[in-house]
């Protein structure tokens, strides 16, 4: 069988979920049920054609959810970590430190001193 040149047609369905939902995202198997697709075949074609894991995309879509709270309110850390969906603020600390290379807290200081983000 030749190998597919395009992305499959239900993989934008996946992304609009978990979109969506990226608070608590679907279990693998919620989703596999959602496009009618085994949970391997989704893992596989969404590193594929997204070039991520699906896991990492959900924290992506966290992450830059709980970037632009800090950036653009005055909530507070331990509100926009319930409200982005994370555990707990320390929790939000390490996902944001991983993906934007600084804390939350940093991000928030610099807004403050320049009046925009330093990302």
């Not at 992506?60 to 603020?89: C, K, P, V």
């Amino acid at each position: 069988m030749a190998e597919s040149t395009r992305p499959p047609a239900w993989l934008p369905v996946i992304e609009d979920v978990v979109q969506a939902h990226f608070r608590r995202p679907p279990s693998l198997s919620e989703l596999a049920t959602v496009v009618d697709r085994s949970p391997s075949q989704i893992v596989r074609a969404f590193r594929r054609w997204r070039g991520i894991s699906l896991g990492s995309f959900a924290r992506r879509l966290r992450a830059e959810h709980a970037r632009r709270a800090l950036l653009e309110t005055n909530a507070s850390l331990s509100e926009i970590s319930l409200e982005a969906g994370y555990s707990d603020q320390s929790h939000m600390t390490r996902e944001l430190s991983l993906y934007l290379g600084c804390t939350p807290g940093r991000l928030r200081r610099a807004r403050r001193k320049k009046g925009r983000s330093p990302f």
